[in-house]
C-alpha cells in the first residue's frame, strides 16, 4: 500500500540548473508535507514543508509546489549545486497521524 | 545547534539476542519517534512516545518491540529476540510539537544492526 509515492528513483542535473523531484499521494486526507534530504550515513534533514492550505512555499533555493486536485507535490531546487546530491524523501500525513514516507529520489548534481 | 544523538552507530547480534538501541532526543521536545529503514527500501514509521507513553504505533512494532524513556535525557527501542529481518538502519527523531510547523522532526543518524 504505497500512500506516498517517488515514482524516479534517480535523477540527474547539471551544476546550475533547475532539480524537480515529483511526488504522488493517493490519501486525500493527507493535509501537511515534508521534504526531507539525506545523505549517506546521516538521518533525513528536514528541508521544507507546505500545508494543504497552499499551493507554494519558498525557502532560498527550495520551493514546494502543491496541487491537491492532482494529489502531487514538486520540489524545486534552483539553482542546483553539487552539494545537492542526495537521496530526497517526501513525507506526508494526516491531522493526528504520523507521517507517511515515499521511497526516496537520488538526486545527483554533475559539476 | 541541537541535533538528536544515537548510539550505537553499529550494532551487530545473533538472532535471538535482545538488542537496546539509544536514543538523545533535542532536550526542549516533547515527541520521540523510531523509524527504521531496510537496505534499499523506503524509511517506516514503527512508532511514535509522548507524555511517557506510546501515542501510536504501526504494525510492524510488535510485541518483541518495545520504546522507554527511562530518565528525562534517553528514549531507548529494544528489541527482544532479533531476527534477520530486523536488520536495518534505525532511525530516532524528536519534534517540539505534534502539530503544525512545529512538528517537524529532527532525525537522529541512525544506529545500523545487522543480524547474523
Known amino acids: 500500500d504505497q500512500q506516498v509515492k517517488q515514482n524516479s528513483p534517480s535523477l540527474s542535473v547539471q551544476e546550475g540548473r533547475i532539480s524537480i523531484l515529483n511526488c504522488d499521494y493517493t490519501n486525500s486526507m493527507f493535509d501537511y508535507f515534508l521534504w526531507y534530504k539525506k545523505y549517506p550515513a546521516e538521518g533525513p534533514t528536514f528541508l521544507i514543508s507546505i500545508s494543504s492550505i497552499k499551493d507554494k512555499n519558498e525557502d532560498g533555493r527550495f520551493t514546494v509546489f502543491l496541487n491537491k486536485s492532482a494529489k502531487h507535490l514538486s520540489l524545486h531546487i534552483v539553482p542546483s549545486q553539487p552539494g545537492d546530491s542526495a537521496v530526497y524523501f517526501c513525507a506526508a500525513r494526516s491531522y493526528g497521524q504520523n507521517f507517511v514516507f515515499g521511497p526516496g529520489t537520488r538526486l545527483s548534481v554533475l559539476p | 545547534e541541537p541535533e538528536v544523538t544515537q548510539t550505537p552507530s553499529h550494532q551487530v547480534t545473533q538472532m535471538g539476542q535482545e538488542v537496546i538501541l539509544r536514543c538523545v532526543p533535542i532536550?526542549?521536545?516533547?515527541?520521540f519517534y523510531w523509524y527504521r529503514q531496510i537496505l534499499g527500501q523506503k524509511v517506516e514509521f514503527l512508532v511514535s512516545f509522548y507524555n511517557n507513553e506510546i501515542s501510536e504505533k504501526s504494525e510492524i512494532f510488535d510485541d518483541q518491540f518495545s520504546v522507554e524513556r527511562p530518565d528525562g535525557s534517553n528514549f531507548t527501542l529494544k528489541i527482544r529476540s532479533t531476527k534477520l529481518e530486523d536488520s536495518a538502519m534505525y532511525f530516532c527523531?524528536?519534534?517540539?510539537?505534534?502539530?503544525?510547523?512545529?512538528?517537524?522532526?529532527?532525525f537522529g543518524p541512525g544506529t545500523r544492526l545487522t543480524v547474523l
Open positions: 532536550s526542549n521536545h516533547l515527541y
Open positions: 527523531a524528536s519534534s517540539r510539537n505534534s502539530g503544525g510547523a512545529a512538528n517537524e522532526q529532527f
